[in-house]
């Protein structure tokens, strides 16, 4: 039996697929510490939570914008962005998974591995 379009469509964009962009992404424009949390069954907010860093703010800045562009052109999801303009902690909202991109600094003072990772890591 043949899918409807819209079928694939919708299996081809699951969170599995789109994490694989984001860590792609992340990858390709040379971010650093790419920790990835599973958040399923966990909270609501999300299958996934990616935490990466850049150099400096111009660098964490150019690294959301990028990968912002790379899935809306890829997956055609549109993503919410917050930060970018400060380019010290970018949240990018992508439904699914949920990317921050810190400075150094920034992602050391607030921790969010030790919050999200689970308990005996």
Do not use: C
């Not at 792609?24 to 860093?53: C, F, P, T």
């Not at 970018?90 to 920034?106: G, S």
Request: glycine fraction near 6%; aromatic fraction near 4%; avoid cysteine.
């Amino acid at each position: 039996m043949v899918q409807p379009a819209a079928d694939k469509s919708a299996e081809e964009t699951t969170s599995e697929l789109l994490l694989a962009r984001i860590l792609n992404s992340l990858k390709n424009d040379k971010a650093e510490d790419i920790v990835q949390i599973d958040l399923r069954g966990r909270s609501s907010i999300g299958d996934y939570m990616i935490i990466a860093s850049g150099r400096s703010s111009r660098q964490v800045s150019a690294i959301s914008e990028k990968l912002v562009d790379n899935i809306k052109q890829d997956l055609g999801r549109t993503s919410k962005v917050e930060g970018k303009d400060a380019g010290d902690w970018v949240l990018i909202d992508m439904d699914d998974v949920i990317v921050h991109v810190f400075r150094p600094e920034v992602r050391e003072f607030y921790q969010l591995e030790k919050m999200w990772q689970p308990i005996g890591n």
